[in-house]
């Protein structure tokens, strides 16, 4: 094992975004720990892509809205390759409830969401920080959502979360520099079976539809987007952080006003 390479956590990288992460790290030339809550065979997927990509992989099972596993995740992947460098906090969770029906808002759904998308994110921060300050190029990316910014998306709680994940943000950069930087990706509508699964596919079909029709892009984004951009964010963007970074295809600017004649 090369111990001069840089080394990366991305949690709830079974699938989706955090798999295309992993991925590409991996072809950046970083060791990858892949986490995963529940789906064994889906994060050995992961893995033998990321090591077809030329990456030692670790693959750890952690439930990151306990913080007993955050601090073993991290523990594993210093155990494992002697440092870490990178952190991406992409584990998350919502419910599916229209915005209207407040009564189906209970302290359940309430705490689960938030014990993951807010919890979750500090813990895994909390137990990286020695380790990521150590580093010499210590970097964090969260992965939030346009739905923190616009009040939008599956639900008032999910909204809510992400919106205590981008304050998070930024209260940690100013905490955390300048040995780490913290940043966060905030998309939009994403090509996921996430998503798929959760809307149907008649509103997927919709959804996409609007986004061609309305985001200045024309296109839902694909995971693979936001990857890069949190690739970039963890390796390239070396004196940017605090930011917070729309990855919508556009979405969040709405229509162009009228042009309004003036005689």
Same mark, same amino acid.
């Not at 099972?61 to 995740?73: F, H, M």
């Not at 939008?152 to 780490?180: D, F, H, W």
């Not at 029709?213 to 984004?221: G, H, N, Q, T």
């Given at each position: 094992?090369?111990?001069?390479?840089?080394?990366?956590i991305?949690?709830?990288?079974?699938?989706?975004?955090?798999?295309?992460?992993?991925?590409?790290?991996?072809d950046?030339?970083?060791?990858v720990?892949?986490?995963?809550?529940?789906g064994?065979?889906?994060?050995?997927?992961?893995?033998?892509l990321?090591?077809?990509?030329?990456?030692?992989?670790?693959?750890?099972e952690?439930?990151?809205?306990?913080?007993?596993?955050?601090?073993?995740?991290?523990?594993?992947?210093?155990?494992?390759?002697?440092?870490?460098?990178?952190?991406?906090?992409?584990?998350?969770?919502?419910?599916?409830?229209?915005?209207?029906?407040?009564?189906?808002?209970?302290?359940e759904?309430?705490?689960?969401?938030?014990?993951?998308?807010?919890?979750?994110?500090?813990?895994?921060?909390?137990?990286?920080?020695?380790?990521?300050?150590?580093s010499?190029?210590?970097?964090?990316?969260?992965?939030?959502?346009?739905?923190?910014?616009?009040?939008?998306?599956?639900? %008032?709680?999910? =909204?809510?979360s992400? !919106?205590?994940v981008?304050n998070?943000? &930024?209260?940690? $950069? +100013?905490?955390?520099?300048? /040995?780490?930087?913290?940043?966060?990706?905030?998309p939009?509508?994403?090509?996921?079976?996430?998503?798929?699964?959760?809307?149907?596919?008649?509103?997927?079909?919709?959804?996409?539809?609007?986004?061609?029709?309305?985001?200045?892009?024309?296109? %839902?984004?694909? =995971?693979?987007?936001? !990857?890069?951009?949190?690739?970039?964010? &963890?390796e390239? $963007? +070396?004196?940017?952080?605090? /930011?917070?970074?729309?990855?919508?295809?556009?979405?969040?600017?709405?229509?162009?006003?009228?042009?309004?004649?003036?005689?």
């Amino acid at each position: 094992m090369d111990s001069q390479k840089k080394v990366a956590i991305v949690t709830g990288s079974s699938a989706g975004v955090g798999r295309a992460t992993a991925v590409r790290l991996a072809d950046h030339g970083c060791h990858v720990v892949v986490n995963y809550r529940k789906g064994r065979a889906e994060a050995e997927e992961t893995a033998a892509l990321c090591r077809a990509a030329g990456a030692e992989v670790c693959v750890v099972e952690a439930d990151v809205a306990r913080d007993e596993d955050c601090r073993r995740l991290v523990d594993t992947a210093v155990h494992s390759f002697g440092r870490l460098d990178y952190l991406v906090n992409n584990a998350g969770t919502t419910q599916f409830i229209p915005f209207e029906e407040l009564e189906r808002l209970s302290e359940e759904v309430w705490e689960k969401i938030f014990r993951t998308n807010v919890f979750g994110t500090f813990y895994g921060i909390r137990a990286a920080v020695p380790h990521l300050k150590r580093s010499g190029s210590g970097s964090i990316v969260n992965v939030t959502s346009i739905a923190g910014i616009q009040g939008t998306g599956s639900s %008032i709680a999910y =909204a809510a979360s992400k !919106a205590a994940v981008n304050n998070m943000t &930024l209260a940690l $950069a +100013r905490t955390l520099g300048p /040995e780490i930087r913290v940043n966060a990706v905030a998309p939009g509508a994403i090509d996921t079976r996430w998503i798929r699964n959760g809307i149907g596919e008649s509103g997927y079909g919709a959804l996409e539809k609007m986004y061609r029709e309305s985001a200045p892009l024309r296109e %839902i984004v694909p =995971a693979e987007a936001v !990857a890069e951009t949190i690739v970039w964010l &963890l390796e390239g $963007a +070396r004196m940017t952080t605090g /930011e917070v970074i729309t990855v919508d295809s556009g979405i969040h600017l709405g229509p162009a006003p009228p042009l309004k004649r003036r005689d």
